[in-house]
């Protein structure tokens, strides 16, 4: 089954600073990268995906790229708010078949005003 | 749209009774729902894969005869915690896969649950 590894576990930036958090999957046969933020007590939010036929995807602030070789993909903030401040979770999936994901260990963030 | 209704959001019960979870497709029909238990400070670990009109799939080391799963109609899907102990204590979460032009994942507001 697909093996997860998300770094760091946890981040602290000052505001306005860039944060990065890195993927690592084990199955190569997964095509789906999303990125969730999860505020405590609350359900995992969508704020970014990447589908495996491109390379990198960027929304506003916040951008994702993707190696399938190194069978990797991070999530880059920039311009850190206080807002940001949540835990963030990768969860590389096979579109097709169960479409399972399996989370990564989750990556606390912290942003110093 | 593609709301996932969950309830209840939170419930306390006495150790030794069953706990119902429901999670309802309110705007779409619902063909695979996951769930998914986290502890505090925990990832998300999933516990099975529930297909509509069949037997759910459940992950290793997830116990099929305690966590009783049906997903009867395309648009509910129930997670029956059974004989629940305090280590049963978590927050269930169920998700249901997007297949609709588009391909993502929505998820229930969660259900904390507290066996005393």
């Known amino acids: 089954g697909e093996n997860v590894e998300q770094h760091p576990s946890t981040l602290s930036v000052q505001e306005g600073d860039s944060a990065v958090i890195k993927c690592t999957y084990s199955d190569s046969a997964s095509n789906y990268f999303p990125w969730y933020k999860q505020e405590l007590g609350k359900r995992p939010q969508l704020i970014i995906d990447?589908?495996?036929?491109?390379g990198e995807k960027k929304d506003q602030r916040i951008a994702v790229t993707l190696n399938k070789t190194a069978k990797h993909f991070s999530l880059h903030i920039t311009e850190t708010q206080p807002e940001d401040s949540a835990v963030y979770f990768c969860a590389p999936s096979l579109k097709g078949g169960t479409g399972k994901l399996i989370f990564g260990q989750g990556t606390t963030l912290q942003v110093k005003p | 749209g593609a709301v996932v209704s969950q309830h209840p959001s939170w419930v306390i019960c006495k150790s030794g009774t069953s706990v119902k979870i429901e999670c309802r497709s309110l705007?779409?029909?619902?063909?695979?729902m996951f769930w998914y238990r986290q502890f505090p400070k925990q990832s998300l670990m999933l516990m099975a894969t529930?297909?509509?009109?069949?037997?759910?799939?459940?992950e290793q080391g997830v116990e099929k005869d305690k966590f009783l799963i049906n997903h009867a109609s395309l648009t509910l899907s129930t997670l029956t915690v059974t004989s629940a102990h305090p280590e049963d204590s978590s927050f269930y979460i169920c998700s249901a896969r997007l297949d609709r032009g588009f391909y993502g994942y929505t998820f229930g507001s969660g259900t904390r649950l507290t066996v005393v």
């Open positions: 990447i589908r495996s036929n491109v």
């Open positions: 705007d779409f029909q619902a063909t695979t």
């Open positions: 529930s297909n509509e009109g069949s037997k759910a799939t459940y």
